[in-house]
């Protein structure tokens, strides 16, 4: 933020004036205000997804059915949904960052409060290093917005899911006589009554049995492989065996039914697929269903409303005058001088320590001519490792998940044994597939707590990954900002502008790069919530769907699981991978223009780069006006190989600094005197 307009008052800090604190919209308020549009716009979404889940989607445990049908529709539409959803929690947790930006900006008090114990503050970058250094009312606000910001991670993208049915059937082994007369067998099976079996006879009588609409003819082994999945998606099968196993498949020799079985899984007992003549399976319509939780909706509503409430709250109550943009510094610099960055207006981030924190080592500071630096020397080494060690790791495990779980023994089962090591056809985005189920024990499977946090934690870490991504690329255009004061003469940028300055919404990051960042961090989530997702199976018997709570469900086989896409998993693994040689690519190859010491995001260094001097001055006293006007940073007092001359920002004409020439020193201050 500027102080153009405001005033020096005996704490060496400056007030707002009254009009500018009528002026919400200005700056970086308009930013927050815009924040608050994107936040109010997302609560409204999903407190009408609340309203509409809640009157018809036939809540049953504060899980809500919005479609049941066709699996191809179904996953269509939870791909879809999860596509809002992380449109939906980018925005928000973009409007959350920019916020807590402008928090971790540090007023002037708080600078100059660091740079006496030599600390120097990051400015116009997310930083945690401020955290240190601001005042308590701003770093609680911060630690609330991030706090709020961890349900939101781990739960939004599990507001929605897919389940999968399976069924509870019976397996026949029957004579043809069966298809044809009613009856036709003693009631040889005791846990079952006799009208049990004859009400199944009747679903095939009157020649429905040769009904290709109702029933399927399959053969043996097509049979054996159907039904002794672990999870059946057909109906009733009737299995018929050869002629010569009629009477060796019962104590009955003239019994149309030979035996029975029934479950949900591995019913292939009864079916020898050698000596069987065909099969007929039950078809039965597709019962995928898109469910909404309640829960987990009114957590992201909850914490929806707390960042608005904060949002609404930095607009309207927090009246600090931060310096939150590298031309605030500037500003704030030119207008009232930093002592302890006297005479080291060479200084860059490299030599902080040398120059700054020993003031002895100041004397003769010459000029060198550096080659043009790429944009990767604004971001510290310590940044660099930590980020490209966390990107690495992050893809390396990914790989390492994909191989393990393309190779591990997959539900695919033909005649009882597994395939070893086999893996199948690949799954779509987000589709959930019995084969791609990944069996993660983690309770009671009714309970969907436990499955959502799993399934969500790859999306807090992609999210501290991103965060790492964002600050990158923040320093390198901070930094290209406070280098271009070195090639052309402009107004500065700061939050509250007056006369000739210029103003922005954006802290550091211009929007010909925040959109493209925004859009590259939607679709990682994205990909990231197609690749593990939170699945459920539930369970049906006579096209009525078994409640979880029922002991007869068989609930190791019914409730929450995490469902598996190698497709998805892949491009996520390719599309951050990209990111990162973007990133990589983006920091070596583009460079920054020859002239101004590399540290635009180092309070040190701009307080530096900002002691305003000309040749004819017989004081230090600062033109306070010169930040109205347009500027350039360059030689404004000349300097040789024996005289000391002065580099600074300047309305005047500025020449560039010349190789070998002094232009800083302690001696500067003694000829000056």
Not at 662 to 669: M, V
Request: glycine share 6%; charged share 15%; net charge neutral.
């Amino acid at each position: 933020m500027g102080y153009a307009a405001g005033t020096l008052s005996s704490a060496n800090t400056f007030s707002l004036p009254s009009h500018e604190k009528t002026q919400r919209f200005s700056g970086w308020r308009g930013g927050v205000a815009i924040a608050i549009a994107c936040s109010s716009f997302v609560l409204l979404i999903n407190v009408v997804c609340a309203i509409v889940a809640a009157a018809a989607g036939s809540p049953s445990g504060g899980i809500a059915t919005a479609y049941t049908g066709d699996c191809k529709v179904s996953s269509r539409i939870t791909t879809g949904l999860h596509l809002l959803i992380n449109i939906l929690s980018s925005l928000l947790l973009g409007a959350s960052s920019y916020c807590m930006q402008r928090l971790v900006a540090p007023t002037r008090t708080e600078i100059d409060s660091a740079h006496a114990n030599n600390k120097w503050l990051d400015i116009g970058i997310p930083s945690v290093r401020n955290l240190s250094s601001i005042n308590r009312k701003r770093l609680a606000l911060w630690i609330l917005l991030a706090v709020s910001s961890i349900p939101l991670h781990l739960f939004y993208n599990s507001v929605v899911f897919g389940t999968i049915a399976t069924n509870y059937i019976d397996i026949l082994r029957v004579t043809p006589r069966f298809f044809t007369t009613r009856g036709g067998w003693k009631n040889d099976y005791r846990d079952y009554s006799h009208q049990y079996y004859q009400d199944i006879q009747d679903t095939v009588l009157g020649g429905r049995y040769l009904d290709c609409t109702v029933f399927e003819n399959i053969t043996g082994e097509e049979c054996c492989q159907r039904y002794s999945s672990m999870y059946i998606k057909s109906g009733n099968g009737f299995v018929v065996p050869t002629p010569d196993r009629w009477q060796s498949s019962s104590s009955n020799p003239n019994s149309s039914l030979l035996a029975t079985t029934q479950g949900i899984n591995n019913l292939a007992s009864i079916i020898d697929p050698s000596h069987t003549s065909y099969c007929l399976s039950e078809i039965l319509p597709q019962r995928c269903q898109v469910q909404f939780s309640q829960t987990i909706l009114y957590v992201v509503i909850v914490c929806n409303v707390i960042k608005l409430g904060l949002m609404v709250f930095i607009l309207w109550r927090l009246d600090e005058e931060t310096v939150v943009t590298v031309g605030d510094a500037v500003q704030s610099f030119i207008k009232q001088p930093d002592t302890s960055t006297s005479d080291c207006c060479l200084m860059s981030r490299y030599d902080v320590d040398k120059l700054w924190a020993k003031p002895d080592n100041r004397n003769s500071q010459r000029y060198t001519l550096e080659r043009r630096r790429a944009w990767a020397s604004a971001v510290s080494g310590r940044r660099w490792s930590l980020s490209l060690i966390l990107y690495i790791a992050t893809i390396i495990a990914a790989i390492y998940l994909l191989i393990r779980v393309k190779t591990r023994k997959w539900n695919c089962e033909v005649d009882g044994d597994w395939f070893n090591g086999v893996p199948c056809t690949g799954n779509g985005f987000g589709n959930v597939d019995f084969d791609y189920l990944l069996h993660v024990q983690l309770g009671d499977r009714a309970n969907v707590v436990p499955y959502v946090l799993l399934a969500n934690l790859p999306q807090a870490i992609i999210s501290v990954l991103y965060l790492t991504y964002n600050g990158i690329f923040t320093c390198m255009l901070a930094n290209r900002e406070w280098a271009s004061y070195a090639v052309k003469r402009a107004a500065l940028r700061v939050t509250i502008p007056s006369t000739l300055q210029r103003s922005s919404y954006f802290l550091s990051l211009p929007f010909t790069y925040s959109a493209p960042l925004m859009v590259a961090s939607i679709l990682l989530h994205w990909f990231i919530s197609q690749s593990i997702f939170m699945a459920r199976t539930t369970m049906w018997q006579n096209g009525v769907q078994i409640a979880e709570d029922n002991p007869w469900s068989y609930r190791r086989e019914a409730g929450s699981d995490l469902g598996f896409s190698d497709y998805a998993l892949i491009t996520s693994i390719a599309w951050g991978g990209a990111l990162v040689l973007i990133c990589v690519l983006v920091a070596m190859l583009f460079t920054y223009p020859k002239g101004l010491p590399i540290g635009g995001t180092n309070s040190a260094v701009i307080s530096a780069a900002c002691h305003v001097k000309q040749p004819d001055e017989t004081d230090l006293r600062p033109d306070e006006d010169i930040v109205d006007r347009p500027l350039q940073w360059g030689v404004t007092i000349e300097g040789t190989r024996e005289q000391i001359g002065h580099c600074s920002f300047s309305d005047q004409k500025v020449e560039t600094p010349e190789e070998g020439c002094l232009y800083a020193g302690l001696e500067a201050r003694k000829k000056i005197a």
